[in-house]
């Protein structure tokens, strides 16, 4: 199977008894972790991830960043936010849709590769300066999410419904489309 997801460039098949019939596997537009995409909603108001990623240190020199910082923090908490244990399943999830949408940025044809994930992880985490940052932010989380409810609470009803998040799941093939 040449795509790890299974999906195919080819046509959709036509079976020889009924032609009007016609199957097309579609299993990287499939996805089983679209329970994320509320969570990198939230992630987006309160800009948790991107508070983290301008905290920490990149261990890349030159050009050869090809993911963003955020995007491989992001990889990371969000696969274990949908119970994955390890870097073991990166490879098919840097194929999913739902995964792609949460990264976001050059993420949206592929998410980082396991070897990239498992030295961001290892390496560039644990490094010294990085475990400084990664314990100072949840003081920086809480004072996020303090402002912002103080806020919010200036905001009249309507004002905060301005920008609902609507999932539209179709039963033929599953299909999650965030719609703004």
Known sequence: ?????????????RLDFDRRIMLQFCGS????????????????????????????????????????????????????????EDVNDAERLRHDPAMRWIVGGKASHSCAAPSQIGRFETQ?????????????L??????RVHKRRQSDS??????????PLCLHLLSSPLRVQPVR
Request: zero cysteines.
């Open 1 to 13: 199977m040449a795509h790890p997801a299974g999906e195919s460039n080819g046509e959709a098949l």
């Open 29 to 84: 537009v499939v996805t089983s972790d679209a329970g994320l995409l509320p969570y990198r909603e939230l992630d987006d108001v309160l800009g948790l991830t991107v508070i983290a990623g301008n905290s920490l240190a990149d261990a890349r020199t030159g050009k050869n960043g090809r993911h963003a910082l955020v995007g491989l923090l992001r990889q990371s908490v969000f696969s274990r936010l949908a119970g994955y």
């Open 124 to 136: 560039w985490l644990a490094a010294d300066k990085n475990l400084l940052a990664l314990a100072d």
């Open 138 to 143: 949840s003081g920086q989380w809480i004072d």
């Open 154 to 163: 200036r905001r009249t009803r309507e004002q905060r419904l301005e920008r």
